[in-house]
Nanobody, 123 residues
Framework: QVQVVESGGGLVQPGGSLTLSCAASGNIFSIYSMAWFRQAPGKQRELVAKVISGGTTTYSDSVKGRFTISRDDAKKSAYLQMNNLKPEDTAVYYC?????????????????WGQGTQVTVSS
């Protein structure tokens, strides 16, 4: 079993900054990608940023230059540094982790989501 837990959300004024954290735990053998998605009320869940093993990153156009994703493989964690936040960044942010888990000597792929953390940008 794999668990994914996000933290770091909250209320921030426009122009402010927040850092979100995502920690994966359980019988993990390797992690291929760690990604942040967000879902605003009435909208579909969208990819915000993704980092794959080796460090290649992908960002949505709406956050390029403002958000930075990073990962710490030793801690099985990913982070999203969000700067110059705008009201339209308000959403529930979800972490997604995929890779391989080990169970009874066998390897299985996994793809898990965290429970989400609320980010509200408002004055």
């Amino acid at each position: 079993q794999v668990q994914v837990v996000e933290s770091g959300g909250g209320l921030v004024q426009p122009g402010g900054s927040l850092t979100l954290s995502c920690a994966a735990s359980g019988n993990i053998f390797s992690i291929y990608s760690m990604a942040w998605f967000r879902q605003a009320p009435g909208k579909q869940r969208e990819l915000v940023a993704k980092v794959i093993s080796g460090g290649t990153t992908t960002y949505s156009d709406s956050v390029k230059g403002r958000f930075t994703i990073s990962r710490d493989d030793a801690k099985k964690s990913a982070y999203l540094q969000m700067n110059n936040l705008k009201p339209e960044d308000t959403a529930v942010y979800y972490c997604n982790v995929d890779g391989e888990q080990i169970n009874s000597g066998s390897y299985f792929p996994f793809d898990y989501w965290g429970q989400g953390t609320q980010v509200t940008v408002s004055s």
